[in-house]
């Protein structure tokens, strides 16, 4: 039920891209991307439906590939801000409830 | 409007005390969540409930936790007689229609410290 997500941490450089991947071994009817910083609420960044199109979010965007049951995550030109961990967030059984990856620890450094 | 408001904010309790976590979803919204959180780990799915009714507990502990969304007043989560493993983060989140095809907002949790 659980996503799986990869990889579990990143460092990067300020301006770097970086990508993190979410897959799931059930299909998929939608996929939510959410970004928390220590101590702090999870925060909503894009949510990816099934049959719908790429979504972006500033220099974020997201892609959700259906028949590998996978979407992806990517951040261009990373600023300090993009720190923090992202969880992906599948519901797998279209039950209205979605299940958590392990989250993605990415780590921006000027 | 107001966001999800949780509260306590911080909660101490000893072994064997009862923990009663609250939930106030943002205004309109009908479908509460809620997720525990271990240090430095995932957000692990316990509760899925709309008003007066529990949808999906599946990932609930079978004894000592209970959830509630009545008609009127807050989400609460209860624990009864808790743990030193009780000791995490809990979160709630709510929607207005259901997670689907519609994000969930959350609140600053709850964090729950059994000594």
């Known amino acids: 039920q659980q996503p799986v997500q990869s990889p579990q941490a990143v460092i990067l450089r300020e301006g770097e891209d970086a990508v993190i991947n979410c897959s799931s071994s059930?299909?998929?009817?939608?996929v939510h991307w959410y970004r928390q910083k220590h101590g702090e609420a999870p925060v909503f960044l894009m949510i990816?439906?099934?049959?719908?199109e790429q979504k972006g979010h500033e220099k974020i965007s997201a892609s959700f590939n259906e028949k590998k049951q996978q979407s992806s995550l990517y951040l261009t030109a990373s600023q300090l801000s993009y720190s923090g961990t992202y969880f992906c967030?599948?519901?797998?059984?279209?039950?209205?409830?979605?299940?958590f990856g392990s989250g993605t620890k990415l780590n921006v450094k000027p | 409007n107001a966001g999800v408001m949780q509260n306590p904010r911080h909660l101490v309790r000893r072994r064997g005390q009862e923990a009663r976590l609250r939930c106030s979803p943002m205004?309109?919204?009908?479908?509460v969540y809620w997720y525990r959180q271990l240090p430095e780990e995932g957000l692990k799915f316990m509760v899925y409930?709309?008003?007066?009714?529990?949808?999906?507990e599946s990932g609930m502990p079978k004894e000592r936790f209970s959830a509630e969304f009545p008609k009127e007043g807050p989400s609460i989560l209860r624990i009864q007689q808790v743990v030193r493993g009780d000791s995490a983060a809990y979160f709630c989140?709510?929607?207005?229609?259901?997670?689907?095809?519609?994000?969930?907002?959350f609140g600053q949790g709850t964090r729950l410290t059994v000594v």
């Open positions: 409930l709309q008003k007066e009714n529990i949808i999906d």
């Open positions: 059930k299909a998929l009817y939608s």
């Open positions: 990816l439906l099934k049959g719908g």
């Open positions: 989140a709510s929607s207005p229609r259901g997670t689907m095809n519609t994000e969930a907002f």
């Open positions: 205004k309109g919204h009908s479908h």
């Open positions: 967030g599948t519901d797998p059984y279209n039950f209205n409830k979605f299940y």
